[in-house]
């Protein structure tokens, strides 16, 4: 009897323990455009069997060239596990729906003969909106990718935005065009060209016409601004990647000259699914946002101690160069760059550079003062002048920072450690951005981020400041 009653209470387990599975792969849907079968993964919302009546907005989740949806579940993105913390941190209800992509860049080829876009767009949402109680409507769909994913959840709102309101592309899987002509041609034909054409060509022939009618950097016009801006954009993508970084920052830097209101984030990471699960907590509260017309996200705010050690000789002097903050928020960073510094030896000098050099005010402390090691931060123009000197450091910290005239002559010293930081909406994006391409060209160490701008410039320093701090060498 008791064997019995064992045997029924781990059946009771079992069962129970599959009822939470909310990530179901493996479900059927057939195309009759590509005239194969095409499974999909979804993830319902958990009271979706109790709550008949209500309907829910729904996210079209793209994977990566060479995977599948089940990908999006997998050890290292963990998309239920996320979703599931997020869900208890207040995200509310979506409709979660992972389609198959195959190796489609989720676009038509140009030769017509795989219309996947098409079949995404005339089948698969309708598909997705008669099965289940969807919202179906552009105000309630958005898309989010990985990878080539991050291209397909780019390009199908690019090219349909009277379908979807909201696109969040990750580590997007695209090139500039000076990169696609040096691409291997086996791996141009095998990856780009069978689906956007130039098969078996070199140089200029790669970039065709339709080509351009898909890349990014030939959509985000002046010309096409009004009829593009009826997406909300929220790029990512993380500052260990290669090439795709380079790619990514490009186009930010594009989409700011042209007027384009969009989110970007640049985190420490590459092309990983830890990554991509990062970019996920950001994104669904974001777009959760967009949907419902509530605040935005906010980056969290730096917790400023209230008492700093004095200035200590022998160790570490770290130069803190603005031009011209006020005098108490100038105070609240020498106490983040101080916090947790311990007993170590420790000097941060500020430099208000409005009222002198940052050489002379190097010059002054090196005559009074002892010290092994020099370090600087340079905010906003400060960053001229820090830039000009960075021989005379060995770790260069830029937040916000004005560096160059022009950035595309910007050098980087690959015995320094650099680390580059703004808000998406910074003044210096096209410096901090060419500070970043100089590092990967030199081979320096370095880290860099971008993060949500707020209109509170006290607010948006100090978090950049919080942001170096991990970095700092006391």
Request: hydrophobic share 35%.
């Amino acid at each position: 009897m008791k064997r019995i009653l064992y045997i029924i209470a781990i059946c009771a387990i079992a069962i129970t323990a599959d009822a939470q599975e909310r990530f179901v792969s493996g479900q059927p849907f057939h195309s009759e455009m590509l005239g194969m079968d095409l499974p999909y993964a979804i993830v319902l919302p958990a009271d979706y069997e109790a709550e008949t009546d209500t309907r829910y907005p729904v996210i079209y989740l793209t994977h990566g060239i060479g995977c599948t949806p089940d990908d999006w579940n997998d050890r290292y993105i963990q998309f239920e596990n996320t979703l599931n913390g997020l869900e208890e941190a207040g995200l509310g209800d979506f409709i979660y729906v992972f389609p198959t992509g195959l190796n489609s860049y989720y676009s038509n080829t140009y030769d017509g003969k795989f219309p996947y876009m098409d079949m995404f767009i005339q089948e698969f949402i309708p598909f997705i909106d008669g099965k289940y109680r969807t919202i179906a409507d552009r105000d309630h769909r958005a898309t989010i990718g990985f990878s080539m994913g991050g291209f397909g959840a780019m390009v199908l709102p690019l090219k349909h935005p009277e379908t979807f309101c909201f696109s969040a592309p990750l580590s997007m899987s695209f090139r500039t065009d000076e990169m696609y002509l040096e691409e291997p041609l086996k791996w141009w034909n095998e990856q780009w060209g069978s689906i956007f054409g130039g098969v078996d060509q070199e140089g200029e022939g790669r970039l065709t016409d339709y080509y351009k009618a898909h890349c990014p950097y030939y959509q985000f016009t002046r010309e096409n601004l009004e009829e593009l801006s009826k997406v909300k954009w929220f790029i990512h993508c993380g500052d260990d990647e290669e090439r795709l970084l380079i790619a990514n920052d490009d186009l930010h830097i594009q989409m700011r000259d042209n007027g384009y209101t969009h989110e970007y984030r640049v985190k420490d990471g590459g092309h990983t699914g830890r990554y991509w699960r990062t970019c996920l907590q950001d994104v669904l509260p974001y777009i959760e946002a967009v949907m419902t017309g509530s605040e935005t996200p906010a980056e969290p705010h730096a917790e400023i101690p209230e008492k700093v050690g004095k200035n200590q000789d022998g160790g570490t002097v770290i130069f803190l160069a603005h031009d011209g903050l006020k005098r108490r928020l100038v105070k609240d960073i020498i106490r983040l760059v101080k916090k947790d510094s311990g007993d170590k030896p420790l000097a941060v000098v500020k430099c208000n550079t409005r009222w002198t050099s940052l050489e002379k005010k190097i010059r002054r402390w090196s005559r009074r003062h002892s010290f092994t090691d020099a370090q600087v931060i340079a905010l906003g123009k400060a960053g001229r002048e820090a830039y000009a000197l960075q021989e005379k450091f060995s770790r260069l910290y830029f937040d916000n920072a004005d560096l160059l005239d022009d950035e595309t002559q910007l050098q980087a010293d690959p015995e320094k450690f650099w680390y580059m930081s703004q808000t998406d909406d910074g003044p210096y994006y096209k410096d901090m951005g060419g500070l970043y391409k100089a590092c990967k060209k030199s081979g320096a160490e370095f880290q860099y981020r971008v993060r949500n701008g707020v209109p509170d410039d006290r607010s948006n320093i100090l978090t950049g400041i919080e942001t170096i701090k991990p970095y700092i060498i006391y």
